[in-house]
């Protein structure tokens, strides 16, 4: 259990998304959440610069007690590879959040805090969607999420949060795509699926790849992807739920082709 801790496998895999403007297909995105105190391979440089168009972190990026030196060096590895979006976990808000954020940005990263930014290739915008996780804590102190700007033709949107339990929160998820972490897929599985998370939620959604009403009048669903992250929280063990890191590749849908 001690050694799985310190493993992680590269997930590569192509998401469809019917809504994904021509010019982003192919897009290619580095998507690590939980990072918490481990240090990343300096290998994903040489193995993955030059092939990656943008990083997502999805919070957990650090922890309390962890070393700034070792964020800073991760920010900096990871900046080289290609723009890096980030948000924040609850963990970060536990940790010296204000010099913490004075790295994640100093490093070149861009810190969503619920707001929107435009990505753009080849004269075409994808929007991404940055939650915050709640600064004071709790399930149910999240701000509303940003509008999208307004277009005759509705942006193809992804959503990075810390925690897909905020889903749970919404009466609608207008986006085509969202990407979390958070539930490390219970890092310590026992048998008969019991795992740290108590909360119903997370015995439906707890890592891999769902599809979940948008609820936003389009009749659509959106497609989620709970990532069982890189560290480890509270102990250095993980047991049947391996770390994990994802290069998604986005793939143009049927609607738009």
């Known amino acids: 259990m001690l050694a799985a801790a310190f493993r992680h496998r590269i997930i590569a895999e192509e998401i469809v998304l019917d809504a994904l403007p021509p010019g982003f297909d192919g897009f290619?995105?580095?998507?690590?959440?939980?990072?918490?105190?481990?240090?990343?391979?300096?290998?994903?440089?040489?193995?993955?610069?030059?092939?990656?168009?943008?990083?997502?972190?999805?919070?957990?990026?650090?922890?309390?007690?962890?070393?700034?030196?070792?964020?800073?060096?991760?920010?900096?590895?990871?900046?080289?590879?290609?723009?890096?979006?980030?948000?924040?976990?609850?963990?970060?808000?536990?940790?010296?959040?204000?010099?913490?954020?004075?790295?994640?940005?100093?490093?070149?990263?861009?810190?969503?805090?619920?707001?929107?930014?435009?990505?753009?290739?080849?004269?075409?915008?994808l929007l991404l969607t940055g939650v915050d996780f709640p600064k004071q804590g709790g399930k149910r102190k999240y701000a509303p999420l940003p509008l999208a700007p307004l277009s005759a033709v509705p942006y193809c949107r992804i959503i990075l949060v810390h925690d897909p339990l905020w889903l749970s929160k919404q009466s609608s998820v207008p986006a085509d795509l969202v990407l979390a972490g958070h539930t490390h897929g219970g890092q310590v599985v026992l048998p008969f699926g019991l795992q740290m998370h108590t909360d119903p939620f997370y015995r439906t959604y707890n890592a891999g790849n769902y599809s979940i009403p948008r609820e936003d009048g389009t009749g659509a669903d959106a497609k989620l992807l709970i990532s069982r992250g890189f560290g480890t929280a509270h102990l250095p063990i993980r047991w049947r739920s391996p770390a994990e890191i994802h290069v998604l590749t986005l793939r143009q849908g049927q609607s738009r082709a």
Request: with cysteine; aromatic share 6%; glycine share 10%.
């Open 28 to 125: 290619r995105i580095l998507f690590i959440t939980d990072i918490h105190r481990r240090r990343l391979p300096k290998a994903l440089q040489a193995s993955l610069g030059g092939e990656i168009d943008a990083v997502f972190l999805g919070g957990d990026i650090t922890e309390k007690g962890n070393s700034l030196s070792r964020l800073s060096d991760n920010m900096n590895l990871l900046c080289s590879i290609a723009p890096v979006y980030a948000v924040h976990g609850n963990h970060d808000y536990k940790a010296k959040v204000a010099l913490v954020d004075n790295i994640i940005r100093g490093s070149g990263a861009r810190l969503l805090m619920d707001e929107n930014v435009f990505l753009e290739r080849n004269g075409q915008k």
